[in-house]
Each structure stands twice: as structure tokens, then as C-alpha cells.
């Protein structure tokens, strides 16, 4: 095999676990109704999907497994910046159009006003920081979140940090040094639990080292995983792994016990189900669901927060009945289901298969 063809042959991705992929859609689905709930219902206590936030911690140690079985035996051979273009070309497009999404509806929002608020100047740079995932939270209104146009950015953000640090460092370091990194990060997880109460931190000023914490504990429990090879075989199927993953999101929110229920179900239960998921076969009458579920997830993650912001600002000025909510609130998940489809079949795919062809022209 030539020169050329081999370099080539390293921008390929290899075949996917299609369980996983199918969880990481039904996580990203349970996000978005977390998010519209967190604005129905105030009191976490009360809602039915108060711990929807760890799907974040999930989407993670998927990352971090998916990322190890996807590049470990290759990454030596790519430059530093080569591998990071194929994960902008991954990701980056979603975050650019999240950001004018967001923008639009910053503009837009017919419940509020915030470009009068803002101005021109500020409202310029929000846009740039979310394009160029530098943080900005500067919203009151909105939080104080990072990146205020579209808040889940700040887990992008730091799935940029942690990639960078794979290529650098993580992808060449031994197994033995690898656990202790893991078990070092789950310490500072406990600690992140304990101080703050909870693991729900990363998206706002105050709490921005806790994205830390979070990352780097799932991200390197992920490659341990598929490094160790603690892929469980088993006949849960599809479904059966999406009824696994409900729990951990469905478990009661607790004030006084998320400190310690929230980091069991980070370092011990969201690893066993990515072994679990590497390890279950999928029947062919599923195929196709499980495909469309893992096509949306990231699409439907990096897109929809737009508009719950608008939801916030109508349930803010015209309060509506729980009742009403409870149309509204299913009918918008459908919708935004359905936009995220749309962007990923029509925007989405064709701007990454332009942008790889491109990358594989010039190598």
C-alpha cells in the first residue's frame, strides 16, 4: 500500500457500535425534555427527569470509549492538527449552526427584547464566542451560561479540551498510568460531588471547573473501557439497554443524597452500561431505528436549546397552566426532533462530506 493510500486510509472511520450510537439518541431525546421540564417544574424534586444533566456525563464516557476504539491504533500515525480537523469536520459545523440558530432567536424571541438590553456590540461578540466556543457568560437573564446563544456548547467545549488533550497526551500513555489518571479523576469527581452538592455544574461561570471534572473522569473511564476490553456480551438488545439508561435519568432527585447517588451512577453504572451496549447485539428488525437514533443524537443536542429559550420567556410572560404545558411540552420535542433531522440530512451531512472529500484532496 503506497504513501498516499494509507494516509487516506486514516481519515476512514471504522464501523460503529450500533447500540451505543442508538443510546447516545435516546440520552440526547431525554435532554431536550429535561430542559423543557427544568423551566415547567422548578423544584428538581418534582420532576419526573430531574437527573436528565447526566446524560452530559454519559455523552462523555461514550466519547471517551468511541474516541479510543476510533483512533488508538492509528493517531500515532496522523499529525496533532490532522486529527483535529476530522474532529471539527465532526463537530464544528453543528456548533456553527446552533449559533445562528441561536442568534436568531436572540433577535427574534417575541416574549423579550434582549438586543435592546445587549446592543449591537455585545450581541456580536456572543456570536463569536459561540462560533469560536471561546466562553462569554455575560446573559443575566439568561444564567450566566458560557455560551448564552446556545448553552449545551459548554460540553463541546469541553470535549474540544479533552480531544486535544487524547492527541497530546492520553492516546500514548500505558494502561497502568491510564487507571490512575481514572481513579485520580473519580476522586476529584467526589470532590466536585461533595463541594457542590451535586454534578450538574460546567455551564455557568461559577461552576466551570466542574466541566472539568466531569470530562476527565468519563472520558478516560470511556478508553479505559474499550483499552481493557470490559465489553460484557449479552441479549438486552436496544430496548433493553434504553431501559438501563432511563433509570439512571429517572432516578429521584434527592437535595440531600445527589452528592452520593450522582457519582455512583457516573463511575459505576453509565460505564457498565457503555460495556453492557459494546457487548449486545442488535436484531435486524431494529436496525433502522437505532441508525436514526444515533444520527439525530448530536444534531438534536446542538440545536434545540434555541428555542427552549424562547419557551423560557413564554412561560416567564404569559404563564401558562401545567396543563397547556403538557401539550406544549411534548408537541415541541416532536418538532425539534424533527428540525434536527432536517439540519442533519440537508446542512449537516452535506458540509462534513464536502469537508472530508476536501481534507482527503489534500492529503
Given at each position: 500500500m503506497n504513501t498516499e493510500q494509507k494516509s487516506i486510509n486514516l481519515l476512514n472511520t471504522k464501523k460503529h457500535f450500533e447500540i451505543l450510537d442508538g443510546l447516545r439518541g435516546v440520552a440526547a431525546v431525554c435532554v431536550v425534555i429535561f430542559h423543557f421540564m427544568e423551566i415547567?417544574?422548578?423544584?428538581?424534586?418534582?420532576?419526573?427527569?430531574?437527573?436528565?444533566?447526566?446524560?452530559?456525563?454519559?455523552?462523555?464516557?461514550?466519547?471517551?470509549?468511541?474516541?479510543?476504539?476510533?483512533?488508538?491504533n492509528r493517531v500515532a500515525q496522523m499529525s496533532t492538527w490532522q486529527f483535529i480537523k476530522l474532529r471539527l469536520i465532526r463537530l464544528h459545523p453543528?456548533?456553527?449552526?446552533g449559533s445562528i440558530l441561536g442568534l436568531l432567536t436572540f433577535l427574534l424571541d417575541p416574549f423579550s427584547d434582549l438586543y435592546a438590553v445587549y446592543g449591537f456590540g455585545k450581541?456580536?461578540?456572543?456570536?463569536?464566542?459561540?462560533?469560536?466556543?471561546?466562553p462569554y457568560p455575560i446573559v443575566d437573564e439568561r444564567y450566566n451560561n458560557l455560551f448564552n446563544l446556545n448553552a449545551p456548547a459548554w460540553s463541546l467545549f469541553w470535549e474540544y479540551i479533552i480531544n486535544i488533550f487524547?492527541?497530546?497526551?492520553?492516546?500514548?500513555?500505558?494502561?497502568?498510568?491510564?487507571?490512575?489518571?481514572?481513579f485520580l479523576a473519580a476522586l476529584i469527581l467526589c470532590y466536585v460531588a461533595f463541594h457542590s452538592k451535586n454534578v450538574s455544574g460546567g455551564w455557568g461561570g461559577p461552576s466551570f471547573w466542574d466541566g472539568g471534572a466531569r470530562v476527565l473522569f468519563s472520558?478516560?473511564?470511556?478508553?479505559?473501557?474499550?483499552?481493557?476490553?470490559?465489553?460484557?456480551?449479552?441479549?438486552l438488545g436496544f430496548f433493553g439497554m434504553s431501559i438501563l439508561l432511563l433509570v439512571a435519568f429517572l432516578s429521584p432527585y434527592m437535595d440531600q443524597y445527589n452528592w452520593i447517588l450522582e457519582p455512583i451512577i457516573i463511575i459505576f453504572y453509565f460505564p457498565l452500561l457503555v460495556s453492557l451496549g459494546a457487548g449486545s447485539n442488535l436484531k435486524s428488525g431494529q436496525k433502522n431505528i437505532v441508525k436514526l437514533s444515533g444520527e439525530?443524537?448530536?444534531?438534536?443536542?446542538?440545536?434545540h436549546y434555541p428555542f427552549v429559550w424562547i419557551f423560557?420567556?413564554?412561560?416567564?410572560?404569559?404563564?401558562?397552566?401545567?396543563?397547556?404545558?403538557?401539550?406544549?411540552?411534548?408537541?415541541?420535542?416532536?418538532?425539534?426532533?424533527?428540525?434536527?433531522?432536517?439540519?442533519?440530512?440537508?446542512?449537516?451531512?452535506?458540509?462534513?462530506?464536502?469537508?472530508?472529500?476536501?481534507l482527503k484532496k489534500a492529503v
Amino acid at each position: 500500500m503506497n504513501t498516499e493510500q494509507k494516509s487516506i486510509n486514516l481519515l476512514n472511520t471504522k464501523k460503529h457500535f450500533e447500540i451505543l450510537d442508538g443510546l447516545r439518541g435516546v440520552a440526547a431525546v431525554c435532554v431536550v425534555i429535561f430542559h423543557f421540564m427544568e423551566i415547567a417544574i422548578t423544584d428538581y424534586n418534582k420532576n419526573f427527569i430531574g437527573h436528565g444533566y447526566l446524560a452530559v456525563d454519559f455523552f462523555f464516557c461514550l466519547s471517551g470509549f468511541v474516541i479510543a476504539y476510533a483512533y488508538d491504533n492509528r493517531v500515532a500515525q496522523m499529525s496533532t492538527w490532522q486529527f483535529i480537523k476530522l474532529r471539527l469536520i465532526r463537530l464544528h459545523p453543528l456548533v456553527i449552526i446552533g449559533s445562528i440558530l441561536g442568534l436568531l432567536t436572540f433577535l427574534l424571541d417575541p416574549f423579550s427584547d434582549l438586543y435592546a438590553v445587549y446592543g449591537f456590540g455585545k450581541t456580536v461578540l456572543l456570536f463569536l464566542s459561540s462560533v469560536f466556543m471561546i466562553p462569554y457568560p455575560i446573559v443575566d437573564e439568561r444564567y450566566n451560561n458560557l455560551f448564552n446563544l446556545n448553552a449545551p456548547a459548554w460540553s463541546l467545549f469541553w470535549e474540544y479540551i479533552i480531544n486535544i488533550f487524547y492527541v497530546i497526551f492520553l492516546f500514548k500513555i500505558s494502561k497502568n498510568l491510564l487507571r490512575f489518571l481514572t481513579f485520580l479523576a473519580a476522586l476529584i469527581l467526589c470532590y466536585v460531588a461533595f463541594h457542590s452538592k451535586n454534578v450538574s455544574g460546567g455551564w455557568g461561570g461559577p461552576s466551570f471547573w466542574d466541566g472539568g471534572a466531569r470530562v476527565l473522569f468519563s472520558f478516560t473511564i470511556g478508553m479505559l473501557i474499550y483499552r481493557s476490553n470490559w465489553i460484557i456480551k449479552n441479549k438486552l438488545g436496544f430496548f433493553g439497554m434504553s431501559i438501563l439508561l432511563l433509570v439512571a435519568f429517572l432516578s429521584p432527585y434527592m437535595d440531600q443524597y445527589n452528592w452520593i447517588l450522582e457519582p455512583i451512577i457516573i463511575i459505576f453504572y453509565f460505564p457498565l452500561l457503555v460495556s453492557l451496549g459494546a457487548g449486545s447485539n442488535l436484531k435486524s428488525g431494529q436496525k433502522n431505528i437505532v441508525k436514526l437514533s444515533g444520527e439525530i443524537s448530536y444534531p438534536l443536542y446542538m440545536t434545540h436549546y434555541p428555542f427552549v429559550w424562547i419557551f423560557l420567556t413564554y412561560v416567564t410572560v404569559i404563564k401558562p397552566s401545567f396543563s397547556q404545558l403538557a401539550i406544549i411540552i411534548p408537541i415541541s420535542v416532536v418538532l425539534l426532533v424533527i428540525l434536527a433531522y432536517l439540519i442533519m440530512k440537508f446542512i449537516d451531512i452535506p458540509i462534513r462530506e464536502y469537508l472530508k472529500n476536501k481534507l482527503k484532496k489534500a492529503v
